[in-house]
Antibody
Framework: QVQLQESGPGLVKPSGTLSLTCAVSGGSISDTNWWNWVRQPPGKGLEWIGE???????NYNPSLKSRVIISVDKDKNQFSMRLSSVTAADTAVYYC????????????WGKGTTVTVSS | EIVLTQFPATLSLSPGERAILSCRASQTVSTFLAWYQQKPGQAPRLLIY???KRATGIPARFSGSGSETDFTLTISSLEPEDFAVYYCQQRSNWPPLTFGGGTKVEI
């Protein structure tokens, strides 16, 4: 059974870069899946950040595309996200999630990690 | 970008009652629609995919219907653990994948 676990700093300074990693266990990062990042500001709804397929294809939310990079590390069986030039508006719970290739929904989620942007 | 509008924003019901949640897309998404349940402090949980197919382990009291632009999630008889926020999400025309704003089902 695939499990996902997010990790990364809980506090990032404004104008800095937010870097998170999602470790995949119980399965391979090279399986036919899209690996996603989703965030949720405090008290608000879900926002899709982007996704990556293991062979290198990526899709990003146009609203964040200029600031975000998602990458895969096959050796470590994990994927990562970097969000640059952060502001307080980037404060949120960040989730990693799996979407099987060709599927509509994300069926496996990490527990989420809270990131606060503050000086 | 396809906008998903969920209504009502809040649904106040009692255990045992039927809940009907709606999701409307700004343009057709065929049946490329999913529903999630989210409880406080937890990650979303996939309930329905392809508009009407229950995800693994989801009880039969949850059902999805609809196509094109209008979709419904029905909970036939609310259990205490069903009081949560529900989101719809489309994958028809992406990027971006988009979510609706959510419907809170409260007691």
């Amino acid at each position: 059974q695939v499990q996902l676990q997010e990790s990364g700093p809980g506090l990032v300074k404004p104008s800095g870069t937010l870097s998170l990693t999602c470790a995949v266990s119980g399965g391979s990062i090279s399986d036919t899946n899209w690996w996603n990042w989703v965030r949720q500001p405090p008290g608000k709804g879900l926002e899709w950040i982007g996704e990556m397929y293991h062979v290198g294809s990526t899709n990003y939310n146009p609203s964040l595309k200029s600031r975000v990079i998602i990458s895969v590390d096959k050796d470590k069986n994990q994927f990562s996200m970097r969000l640059s030039s952060v502001t307080a508006a980037d404060t949120a719970v960040y989730y990693c999630a799996r979407r099987e290739f060709g599927s509509v929904g994300m069926d496996v989620w990490g527990k989420g990690t809270t990131v606060t942007v503050s000086s | 970008e396809i906008v998903l509008t969920q209504f009502p924003a809040t649904l106040s019901l009692s255990p045992g009652e039927r809940a009907i949640l709606s999701c409307r897309a700004s343009q057709t998404v065929s049946t490329f629609l999913a529903w999630y349940q989210q409880k406080p402090g937890q990650a979303p949980r996939l309930l329905i995919y392809d508009a009407s197919k229950r995800a693994t382990g989801i009880p039969a009291r949850f059902s999805g219907s609809g196509s094109e632009t209008d979709f419904t999630l029905t909970i036939s008889s609310l259990e205490p653990e069903d009081f949560a926020v529900y989101y719809c999400q489309q994958r028809s025309n992406w990027p971006p994948l988009t979510f609706g704003g959510g419907t809170k089902v409260e007691i």
